[in-house]
């Protein structure tokens, strides 16, 4: 495991196989971080690589559909691939990228990204999400 501030970096076998799983720390709830991570709305706010959404609806569920436009302005097609017990996972462009979860911590909880193996490059921008999750979830109540 790497460290990098609080933000914890390991590999670990995950639901979807073996990933690079990227954790930090939160002072919210659960169910807060949960709020922030299936928010659509909220996800230009807290995704680094997102500048805005359109959804089918706005709070994701297994099998939500929509675009997502990147930083250099590409829209991309996704579709949530699963929806349940705090975790959510998407293809992104029909292909398989980050999952996306909220655990319970000692103090708190903590929000979780887990990416591929080979697209390890994306380190760095889950980073700062967790970060930017962290920021949103701290300030808000349970709810949208």
Known sequence: ?????????????????????????VDASRDTVW???TDTALWPDWGPSIT?????????????????????????????????AYRWTWDV????????????????????????VLAAGYVPVCVRACRNVASLAAGRSVGP
């Open 1 to 25: 495991m790497t460290a990098i501030g609080e933000t914890d970096v390991s590999v670990r076998h995950t639901a979807d196989g073996r990933r690079l799983v990227v954790s930090h720390p």
């Open 35 to 37: 709020t922030v991570l």
């Open 52 to 84: 805005d959404v359109e959804a089918d609806i706005r709070v994701i569920e297994a099998g939500t559909t929509g675009r997502v436009r990147t930083v250099g302005g590409l829209w991309l097609p996704f579709e949530v691939t699963a929806c349940r």
């Open 93 to 116: 462009a029909r292909i398989p990228a980050t999952g996306h979860r909220a655990d319970a911590g000692t103090h708190g909880s903590r929000v979780v990204f887990e990416i591929p």
